[in-house]
């Protein structure tokens, strides 16, 4: 499922227009990414949670080379399903 169709899919199910569903996934995103970028989490019950995970600088090879590369540290998002997500897989 691609953003149209996501967007497509919740206009349908909340009776409501499809620009009203993009205005309110557009708004959705831009919350939980804010709110990432604070530092801080968003969970939802059920569903799951957003957060930010921190990788510590390390060392790689880049294969064509087998030359050893830095890579640096760096914040990454974290998304980890809820049980009733998991369990409704």
């Known amino acids: 499922m691609n953003r149209k169709e996501l967007i497509d899919a919740l206009a349908q199910k909340t009776d409501s227009s499809k620009k009203d569903a993009e205005k309110f996934l ?48 760096r914040r990454v998002p974290v998304f980890k399903a809820g049980k009733e997500l998991k369990s409704a897989l």
């Open 26 to 73: 557009a708004a959705f995103l831009e919350t939980v990414t804010e709110e990432l970028k604070r530092g801080g989490s968003v969970n939802l019950v059920g569903f799951g949670s957003f957060k930010v995970q921190e990788r510590a600088a390390r060392q790689g090879r880049n294969p064509q080379t087998n030359e050893t590369i830095q890579i640096p540290a």
